[in-house]
């Protein structure tokens, strides 16, 4: 391994890290990540890791090293790396393409960087549809308590999380939030279908109270990630498609974290029978090669904005400049023939099985373990103080978990851990090439460190 001392050095005087606290790093080194090859990385220290995290942030779906992405991405820049999106380009038309194929109903793709950009395009869409087609009204975007959409002003003013936007107003108008959809921390006595079809009118309620004439959007997550990995019960889904067509409200799934199989479908909304008018997506996408986010809607949506050539604020006036880098496309292209090729869906839905199995084991031996869910490689572990009364384990002991885990050499992650009931649930999201050893291996570590943190 190289001395990288200069280069901790410089991160420690001039990077800013994201979603870091500071002041320790003033006398604990910096980690570096400095190589990573399949489902393994490596610090600068030689350290190896089993990243159960896809990179810490649910990216890196086909695992790392991957020499074919490199090369398409490569063999693309030297041709062509970038014009403006208002022209087109060969890769990013045969991606478009090859992802259409995948989403049947919908038929537009728009190229982006972000999943925040791609979110804020669907709300920047939705807003000029209501100038457009209802007299300025239809404004409002509904999004759901817990969800997550992004870190820009206008997709924090669509957060469920309050501490991640609490300290960043004021927000944008015309966002309303609507209640989440978890059963295990139930808001009403209901349980199964009924608690999803009682969650879903809670939508219509909130719809009707704020007149159905002043709502465009509703903004879910097929599965919340970052507010605790949950999956609406039975029934909901249903319920929400049938309330938007009743009112007229548009429906965006964002898909940024679970788009490009995570879930083990090419995209979540595909488990629940729902056709979305928007879907969006990122992460997972180039699992990280490249840049790249995508704003997919419907004909029907794209025919809105057409109409009168004559008219020049008609069109959808909005532009992303590095929307037009072709290494986004290229690596996306690349990065979907590995899922194909690996057959990767399959092994997303049987390993993601075989996790909750393990964690559901673990839970008869750790009663700090409340509840054990997740779809595909999408996992999370909910750790309370008491089964019965679900009061949240004490955060510092899940970072405690976390750490403990790290000391094993297993990555994972844990939702937010700066407020209450939100802090509390350990978070799997491993690339979705891992094998049943590597399962085992994470689970081993989650076994170890669960005895470590709370004895038993
Ligand atoms: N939507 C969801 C569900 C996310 O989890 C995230 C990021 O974690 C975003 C949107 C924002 O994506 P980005 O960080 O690429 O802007």
Redesign the pocket.
């Known amino acids: 391994m190289n001395d990288l001392s200069d280069v901790i050095e410089a991160d420690r005087a001039h990077v800013w890290h994201h979603l870091t606290q500071h002041k320790p790093l003033e006398t604990n080194n910096p980690r570096i990540i400095v190589e990573g090859k399949g489902m393994r990385v490596w610090d600068q220290s030689g350290r190896e890791f089993l990243d159960a995290v896809s990179g810490g942030?649910w990216t890196v779906n086909v695992g790392y090293g991957r020499t074919a992405i490199a090369d398409a991405v490569h063999a693309q820049l030297v041709k062509m790396n970038y014009f403006a999106q208002s022209v087109g380009s060969i890769p990013g038309s045969e991606f478009a393409k090859k992802l259409i194929e995948k989403m049947p109903g919908l038929s537009r793709v728009y190229y982006v960087n972000?999943?925040?950009?791609a979110?804020e395009k669907v709300f920047k869409m939705v807003r000029q549809i209501a100038h457009k087609k209802y007299d300025g009204k239809k404004t409002k975007i509904l999004y759901r308590d817990r969800d997550?959409?992004?870190?820009t002003l206008a997709t924090m003013s669509a957060g469920g999380q309050d501490e991640r936007v609490m300290q960043f107003g004021p927000l944008a108008p015309d966002f309303v939030r609507v209640p989440h959809c978890m059963e295990y921390r139930a808001q009403w006595d209901l349980t199964g279908a009924e608690y999803g079809r009682k969650a879903a009118d809670a939508i219509e309620e909130v719809i009707l109270r704020e007149g159905p004439e002043t709502v465009g959007l509703l903004c879910l997550?097929p599965v919340t990630?970052?507010g605790g990995v949950i999956e609406a019960p039975e029934g909901y889904w249903e319920r929400v498609q049938e309330i938007c067509k009743k009112y007229d409200v548009l429906l965006h799934i964002?898909e940024?974290?679970c788009g490009m199989g995570r879930t083990g479908k090419w995209f979540g909304y595909q488990h629940y029978g729902i056709k979305p008018d928007f879907v969006t997506m990122?992460?997972g996408v180039a699992s990280g090669y490249a840049a790249i986010?995508i704003t997919v809607t419907t004909e029907e949506v794209f025919e809105l904005f057409k109409d009168d050539p004559s008219d020049k604020l008609n069109y959808f006036r909005d532009i992303s400049t590095f929307g037009g880098c072709t290494a986004g496309p290229a690596a996306a292209l690349a990065n979907m023939q590995i899922i194909e090729d690996e057959n990767l869906l399959d092994n997303t839905t049987k390993m993601g099985e075989r996790m909750l199995a393990n964690l559901n084991k673990l839970a008869e031996k750790h009663e700090v373990i409340g509840d054990v869910r997740g779809k595909g490689l999408f996992v999370g572990a909910e750790l309370v103080v008491d089964r019965e009364t679900k009061e949240p384990a004490e955060e510092a002991k899940v970072g405690a978990v976390v750490a403990a885990c790290n000391a094993r050499g297993v990555i994972i992650g844990a939702t937010n851990r700066s407020v209450p009931g939100f802090n509390n649930t350990l978070c799997f999201s491993p690339a979705l090439i891992a094998t049943a050893d590597d399962i085992d291996e994470i689970c081993n570590a989650v076994d170890e460190a669960l005895t470590e943190v709370f004895g038993g």
Request: aromatic share 6%.
């Open positions: 942030v972000s999943g925040s950009e979110n997550y959409h992004g870190s997550e990630a970052g964002d940024v974290v990122a992460k986010a």
